[in-house]
């Protein structure tokens, strides 16, 4: 009897097991991609924390092809669908998928639903002189105050009067941004979501809408915007083509499809916060829940991109890892992003470069761009990396200062989230100079709030309740 009461307590033991082993492998898949690559990750609830699981992983780059730079959209697309079909490879099916990309690029389709070549990449030269001519049709000031966006002349709203001019405009019927596009490459469903809209310049920071008047104004057709589809809201399921491909179906929802706002979305942050993403940016700024329209911000280079529940992104974006992987590209990538970090603190170098400046955007080389900024052509390479590192920290000591000026705030934290939260120097050297406490914790940002966007769909949460979720599952602690 005993034998058998053991027996029975082995296989309720077993039974409790695979129940909660059934209960938690429900997965969501996020597609993250950036300016340099892109990658799958699946995410799970596991004991109340949010597991991560990278997946699949490919090369995306900005091409150059006949005097210009712009994105193989085509290759994007099959590298996601490659990705999705590695769940099924490893029997770890998501019941939904969402993807995220940068922002302001985007796709043009004709009448057919077929891409109007090429797609341009931001960093293409083609807009440099746009901005001044809008000046003449509408001044930055009331452009400002009414989408709330800093005038960039990459800003989707300068790419698309460049193509109003070259024709290009024409012959298209739908205009989507990159992580729309890729979801209509899923679905077959066209929409435009909401936090990457804001990011082209176009949408009014008042209504949350396209501004249909602004648009006009310009000559644009405004029958190529859809209406905004917010974060967290289902767009559709897989074609039959995509369920053919990938072995099973799923839902896509809209994440925040920018991936500033998604890496945004994950911080547990607070009015006494601002938050870093870094990766081939620096986007620095805080969560307010209404815009700073006041045009000195503006002019202090800031702007307020639209987050989840319509929550504004007031920041300033600073070309940030940028700099390394292109100074480590020009080395022949003979040294480790470890190895450069120590060059640079071993430097006693103190001179500055605006992070920003047009030399630094898209140079044939990074460290001749630097030396020329700093007047001199032999700078040692330990030297050029202690400026960037030393550059990066003042201007975000400069970013917080604004941000404590605009949005009435005292900021004691600074919370750094992405690849570039891995930087222990920078992390150092920013603490330092801005006198904050800098947090670390939270590497995959970007793709942590694109699964929270996902969580929040399917358990029916808002966004409060969603980064409960981030404090249980990681770590935030100081940096130095």
């Known amino acids: ?72 959209v085509e290759s994007l697309a099959e590298n996601v669908i490659s990705g999705i079909a590695k769940c099924k490879e490893l029997d770890k099916i998501p019941e939904t998928v969402a993807i995220d990309t940068w922002g302001v690029d985007y796709v043009l389709l004709n009448g057919e639903k077929e891409e109007i070549k090429p797609t341009f990449a931001y960093r293409d030269s083609r807009t440099n002189e746009i901005p001044q001519e809008i000046d003449k049709i509408i001044s930055r000031k009331d452009l400002f105050e009414r989408t709330g966006i800093h005038a960039l002349n990459y800003n989707s709203i300068y790419q698309l009067y460049c193509d109003k001019k070259s024709g290009k405009l024409d012959k298209a019927k739908h ?42 104004t310009l000559g644009l057709d405004k029958n190529l915007f859809l209406s905004l589809s917010k974060p967290a809201a289902e767009l559709g399921v897989f074609s039959k083509e995509i369920i053919e491909k990938v072995g099973f179906e799923a839902t896509v929802i809209h994440a925040p499809s920018h991936d500033t706002a998604s890496a945004v979305a994950s911080c547990p942050i607070d009015d006494n916060s601002v938050y870093i993403s870094s990766g081939t940016w620096s986007l620095i700024g805080t969560e307010n829940k209404n815009p700073v329209l006041d045009f000195d911000a503006s002019i202090n280079g800031f702007s307020n991109e639209g987050g989840v529940e319509y929550r504004f992104r007031f920041l300033e974006n600073i070309i940030g890892m940028w700099f390394f992987q292109n100074i480590r590209k020009n080395l022949n990538k003979k040294y480790t992003y470890d190895e450069m970090m120590f060059m640079a603190k071993e430097s006693n170098y103190e001179k500055l470069i605006n992070p920003n400046d047009s030399s630094f955007m898209a140079p044939e080389n990074m460290v001749d761009a630097i030396r020329t900024y700093l007047g001199d052509k032999d700078l040692p390479i330990g030297d050029v990396l202690k400026s960037v590192y030393l550059s990066l920290a003042h201007s975000y000591d400069d970013a917080v200062k604004t941000i404590e000026k605009y949005s009435n705030k005292q900021i004691d934290n600074i919370l750094i989230v992405g690849g570039g939260s891995k930087d ?17 914790g939270l590497s995959e940002g970007t793709a942590t709030g694109n699964l929270l966007a996902q969580i929040m769909y399917c358990e029916n949460i808002g966004l409060d309740k969603a980064r409960e979720i981030i404090k249980k599952s990681f770590e935030i602690k100081e940096a130095c």
Do not use: C
């Not at 490459?185 to 501004?211: F, H, I, P, R």
């Open 1 to 72: 009897m005993r034998y058998k009461n053991h027996r029975f307590s082995d296989f309720l033991s077993l039974f409790v097991s695979w129940k909660e082993m059934t209960i938690i492998m429900k997965y969501y898949l996020a597609v993250d991609i950036g300016a340099s690559s892109g990658r799958h990750i699946l995410g799970s609830i596991q004991s109340g924390k949010l597991v991560l699981e990278e997946i699949y992983r490919f090369e995306n780059a900005i091409k150059e092809v006949d005097g210009n730079l712009i994105w193989d």
């Open 424 to 440: 222990t120097y920078l992390n150092e050297i920013t603490s330092k100079i801005t006198g904050k406490k800098v947090l670390t």
């Open 175 to 216: 205009f989507m941004m990159i992580p729309d596009y890729l979801s209509y490459k899923l679905t077959g469903v066209m929409a435009n979501e909401y936090t990457n809209a804001t990011t082209s310049g176009l949408v009014n920071a008042k209504t949350n809408q396209w501004d249909y008047e602004l648009i006009d």
